[in-house]
T-cell receptor
């Protein structure tokens, strides 16, 4: 089955700097890669996703890149703000079939004012 | 938008009792719902895939007789934790997605249920 590895587990950056979180996946059949932000005790919130037919997607300060050959994808947050502090999870699934999401281990991002 | 609710938001029960958690898609029909468990400071782990009108598909290591799933309608799935023990204490989250073939592949998450077994 699919296995998703996420790094780093914790990340601390100065406000205004950029943050990058990386994930690798194992199943070449996976073709949908969402990123979630989760605050303590809350549900995961989708912040951006990418499908395997594109290599990069951007939404304001957030971007995701995908390298299908290497089976890795990354989340980039620019001009970080204190409210970006949260736990971020990557995930992978196939658009076909059951569409089960397999999550990475999570990254606790702290933005220092 | 697509909204998923869960009830209750939190529950405390005594060891040996059973607890039922409801997951509802409020504004769309969901042939498939998913149940996750999340321990403190850990990731979401898929427990089972709930299919409307058929048996749930459980992930390896998840006891189907302990975690009973019923998906009786296109908008409701329930998870019953039977004979709960303290080690079952966790944050249980459901998600739902549109029917196959729908353009929207996103999974919409419920707000979660915090279960504490004493």
């Amino acid at each position: 089955g699919e296995n998703v590895e996420q790094h780093p587990s914790t990340l601390s950056v100065q406000e205004g700097d950029s943050a990058v979180i990386k994930c690798t996946y194992s199943d070449s059949a996976s073709n949908y890669f969402p990123w979630y932000k989760q605050e303590l005790g809350k549900r995961p919130q989708l912040i951006i996703d990418i499908r395997s037919n594109v290599g990069e997607k951007k939404d304001q300060r957030i971007a995701v890149t995908l390298n299908k050959t290497a089976k890795h994808f990354s989340l980039h947050i620019t001009e970080t703000q204190p409210e970006d502090s949260a736990v971020y999870f990557c995930a992978a699934s196939s658009i076909q079939g059951a569409q089960k999401l397999v999550f990475g281990q999570g990254t606790r991002l702290t933005i220092n004012p | 938008g697509a909204v998923v609710s869960q009830h209750p938001s939190w529950v405390i029960c005594k060891s040996g009792t059973s607890v039922k958690i409801e997951c509802r898609s409020l504004d769309f029909q969901a042939t498939t719902m998913f149940w996750y468990r999340q321990f403190p400071k850990q990731s979401l782990m898929l427990m089972a895939t709930s299919n409307e009108g058929s048996k749930a598909t459980y992930e390896q290591g998840v006891e189907k007789d302990k975690f009973l799933i019923n998906h009786a309608s296109l908008t409701l799935s329930t998870l019953t934790v039977t004979s709960a023990h303290p080690e079952d204490s966790s944050f249980y989250i459901c998600s739902a997605r549109h029917q196959p073939g729908h353009w929207d592949h996103e999974q919409y998450f419920g707000p979660g249920t915090r279960l504490t077994v004493t």
